[in-house]
């Protein structure tokens, strides 16, 4: 069997890949805050755990992997956003959830198992909210529960931050009642008009952390495979969940492996994000006539522990090599994947060498198999090049010859009925094949 290797970013370092249970491999990675348009820097997760997804079905088998991801759909600035348009919160998440569906399904994601969401587990994050107050990691305070950074000695064992950074994290709104500033919200009160549920500390509303906690326990167990996200989460985020969790736990850990993706730049400037300012969305991308494929590809180009700088030069770098993959692969049906392909993403997610090395394949049905893999070459090769014109007529045209070069006769004839139906003839002669329209 394949060996899988990842940086887990508790132990700073690549280790075998080993599953607790490998006919149930589990993997949670943090979804999308639905209150917007996702930008392509969203969607770099996305993209990088569906390519992981399809490596652990492709290693432990079909129905081996549990993946879930979120949807937080309660959270201030979707209160702000529905606020702002004078609708109910749940206008706003339903139609940004189907944006996000419609975006990712764009760029090949698979949809995971299960898509949990924060508004349909208030009564198990409320259950876990009241187990640290009896285990004296939490406290009410003012109609709030606050987790006590404190009572947990092995609370930033992820981030390995300082004192100073995780106070500067906790993201103090109100110090007042917090015994330590370095204490984070579970639950917050809600005034009448706001989105609110019945409580033990009156009517309120979930922080943010909490959720993952409480999805994770509910719908993969005390202990999971794999928690992934981007390299943002890490701190506050992801420090908090595992606190939560391993305290209401009797210490168990809450995830056995620990996968981070880096950040999304656009060339020349910073990290993408809405509060720079400086996003563009897969939603634009595609208006302007790029591929969801290309868009894919592109966020595959780099390693995904690597930053990865946004240009139009990459994209159309990314079009160009797909589309020469795409006349090697011509019509072919998919075989069985490259071993080199499947070795570089075992190698902790290698995927430049495995684009790299889809290049050098040189059976086609090898070529299909291994870009699956990567969630590419899926198109038929007369799909790729719809509406193209003469570029997707010169692929067909070379696509036919290599399937006449391999003897897949079949092939070639329909390529050559393909194109007849469209009122192109095509002549073969000594120098190759020309074509042209009746
Ligand atoms: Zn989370």
Same mark, same amino acid.
């Given at each position: 069997?394949?060996?899988?290797?990842?940086?887990?970013?508790?132990?700073?370092?690549?280790?075998?890949?080993?599953?607790?249970?490998?006919?149930?491999?589990?993997?949670?990675?943090?979804?999308?805050? @639905?209150?917007? *348009?996702?930008?392509?820097?969203?969607?770099?997760?996305?993209?990088?755990?569906?390519?992981?997804?399809?490596?652990?079905?492709?290693?432990?088998?079909?129905? =081996?992997?549990?993946?879930?991801?979120?949807?937080?759909? @309660?959270?201030?600035?979707?209160?702000?956003?529905?606020?702002?348009?004078?609708?109910?919160?749940?206008?706003?998440?339903?139609?940004?959830? *189907?944006?996000?569906?419609?975006?990712?399904?764009?760029?090949?994601?698979?949809?995971?198992?299960?898509?949990? /969401?924060?508004?349909?587990?208030?009564?198990?994050?409320? %259950?876990?909210?009241?187990?640290?107050?009896?285990?004296?990691?939490?406290?009410?305070?003012?109609? /709030?529960?606050?987790?006590?950074?404190?009572?947990?000695?092995?609370?930033?064992?992820?981030? *390995?931050?300082?004192?100073?950074?995780?106070?500067?994290?906790?993201?103090?709104?109100?110090?007042?009642?917090?015994?330590?500033?370095?204490?984070?919200?579970?639950?917050?009160?809600?005034?009448?008009?706001?989105?609110?549920?019945? !409580?033990?500390?009156?009517?309120?509303?979930?922080?943010? /952390?909490?959720?993952?906690?409480?999805?994770?326990?509910?719908?993969?167990?005390?202990?999971?495979?794999?928690?992934?996200?981007?390299?943002?989460?890490?701190?506050?985020?992801?420090?908090?969940?595992?606190?939560?969790?391993?305290?209401?736990?009797?210490?168990?850990?809450?995830?056995?492996?620990?996968?981070?993706?880096?950040?999304?730049?656009?060339?020349?400037?910073?990290?993408?994000?809405?509060?720079?300012?400086?996003? @563009?969305?897969? %939603?634009? #991308?595609?208006?302007?006539? /790029?591929?969801?494929?290309?868009?894919?590809?592109?966020?595959? =180009?780099?390693?995904?522990?690597?930053?990865?700088?946004? =240009?139009?030069?990459?994209?159309?770098?990314?079009? !160009?090599?797909?589309? &020469?993959?795409?006349?090697?692969?011509?019509?072919?049906?998919?075989?069985?994947?490259?071993? =080199?392909?499947?070795?570089?993403?075992?190698?902790?997610?290698?995927?430049?060498?495995?684009?790299?090395?889809? !290049?050098?394949?040189?059976?086609?049905?090898? #070529? *299909?198999?291994?870009?699956?893999?990567?969630?590419?070459?899926?198109?038929?090769? !007369?799909?790729?090049?719809?509406?193209?014109?003469?570029?997707?007529?010169?692929? #067909?045209?070379?696509?036919?010859?290599?399937?006449?070069?391999?003897?897949?006769?079949? %092939?070639?004839?329909?390529? &050559? %009925?393909?194109?007849?139906?469209?009122?192109?003839? #095509?002549?073969?002669?000594?120098?190759?094949?020309?074509?042209?329209?009746?």
């Amino acid at each position: 069997m394949t060996r899988i290797r990842l940086h887990d970013t508790m132990a700073r370092e690549k280790r075998d890949f080993v599953p607790a249970d490998p006919a149930r491999v589990t993997m949670y990675v943090c979804g999308p805050t @639905v209150y917007g *348009r996702a930008h392509i820097g969203n969607a770099r997760p996305a993209v990088v755990f569906d390519v992981l997804a399809r490596l652990l079905r492709h290693v432990y088998g079909e129905d =081996s992997l549990v993946y879930a991801r979120n949807v937080t759909d @309660v959270d201030d600035k979707i209160i702000e956003a529905a606020r702002a348009e004078g609708v109910e919160p749940a206008a706003i998440t339903e139609r940004y959830e *189907r944006h996000y569906l419609e975006d990712m399904g764009a760029l090949g994601v698979q949809p995971p198992t299960i898509a949990p /969401h924060a508004t349909g587990h208030i009564g198990e994050m409320i %259950a876990m909210i009241a187990r640290l107050i009896e285990t004296g990691n939490a406290y009410e305070a003012d109609g /709030h529960v606050l987790f006590n950074v404190p009572s947990d000695p092995d609370y930033g064992a992820l981030g *390995r931050r300082d004192r100073e950074a995780m106070i500067a994290g906790a993201r103090v709104e109100i110090a007042a009642y917090k015994k330590d500033p370095a204490d984070f919200v579970l639950w917050k009160p809600s005034d009448a008009e706001m989105i609110g549920w019945d !409580s033990p500390w009156g009517r309120g509303r979930p922080g943010w /952390h909490i959720e993952c906690s409480a999805m994770i326990e509910t719908h993969l167990g005390e202990t999971i495979d794999i928690h992934g996200g981007g390299l943002d989460l890490i701190f506050p985020h992801h420090e908090n969940e595992l606190a939560q969790s391993r305290c209401a736990h009797q210490g168990a850990p809450l995830a056995r492996y620990w996968v981070h993706n880096g950040f999304l730049s656009m060339a020349g400037s910073e990290k993408m994000s809405k509060s720079l300012g400086n996003v @563009v969305t897969p %939603a634009e #991308l595609l208006a302007a006539g /790029h591929k969801g494929e290309v868009l894919r590809f592109a966020l595959l =180009s780099a390693h995904y522990r690597q930053p990865l700088e946004w =240009s139009e030069a990459l994209i159309a770098q990314s079009k !160009s090599t797909l589309d &020469r993959l795409y006349r090697s692969a011509g019509d072919a049906a998919p075989g069985e994947p490259d071993p =080199s392909v499947v070795d570089a993403l075992a190698d902790d997610l290698n995927t430049p060498l495995a684009l790299s090395r889809l !290049s050098a394949i040189e059976d086609a049905r090898v #070529l *299909r198999a291994s870009g699956a893999l990567l969630g590419l070459l899926g198109d038929s090769l !007369s799909a790729w090049f719809q509406g193209e014109g003469d570029a997707r007529i010169d692929a #067909l045209v070379a696509a036919r010859a290599d399937a006449k070069q391999r003897r897949d006769f079949a %092939a070639a004839d329909g390529i &050559r %009925a393909e194109l007849a139906g469209e009122g192109i003839v #095509l002549e073969d002669g000594p120098g190759g094949t020309v074509w042209r329209r009746t």
